[in-house]
């Protein structure tokens, strides 16, 4: 009877856990950036705020938006830097398991009067909680395109996503 029991809820999970990856389902994320790693040597640590929303134009496929604020802190005779991010991309979602990869544009102001234009890369993994709400840990990488040795990022976040 346990073993039944745990069969049919087993199966009904894994057919609705992947159901947001259809054509139409909307997207609103909310993370939590840092420990940032850079090539310059007077940077220390990053920690940043990112809001993301997203629609499925074809299954497994999204379409996003992002806007990110970041504060860098410096060592001793630098000024720490705040900085704006705004940026586009898509994601692949593999429905088979929740993982996903990302590429996109993006442009960065620093308060230091540097102006980035990036290509973030992303390969996360969603973690669903309920049917809508996901947490959404994703390792990313930041080549600046312009400025690579100043504006090119490492990192890790941790995200909070709601499928409707």
């Given at each position: ?8 809820l ?38 940043g ?6 629609y499925?134009?074809?299954?497994s496929w ?10 860098q802190?410096?060592s ?8 704006v991010?705004?940026g ?10 929740g ?20 290509l ?7 973690y ?11 390792i ?14 490492v990192g ?9």
């Open positions: 009877m346990k073993k039944s029991l745990l069969l049919l087993f199966a009904v999970v894994s057919m609705s856990s992947f159901a947001q990856f259809e054509k139409g389902t909307k997207y609103v994320g909310a993370s939590l950036t840092g420990l940032n790693l850079s090539y310059s040597s007077g940077e220390k640590f990053g920690l705020l990112q809001a993301t929303g997203g499925f134009f074809a299954d999204m379409a996003i938006g992002k806007l990110e604020y970041n504060h802190w410096q001793a005779p630098l000024n720490d830097i705040n900085a991010s705004v586009a991309g898509a994601r692949y979602y593999f429905q088979s398991n993982i996903f990869l990302g590429a996109g544009l993006q442009y960065k102001h620093a308060a230091v009067n540097a102006d980035y234009l990036q973030p890369l992303e390969v996360g993994y969603c669903y909680l309920n049917q809508y709400v996901s947490i959404e840990p994703a990313y990488f930041e080549p600046c395109l312009n400025k690579f040795s100043d504006g090119t990022r890790l976040k941790l995200g909070l996503g709601f499928y409707f």
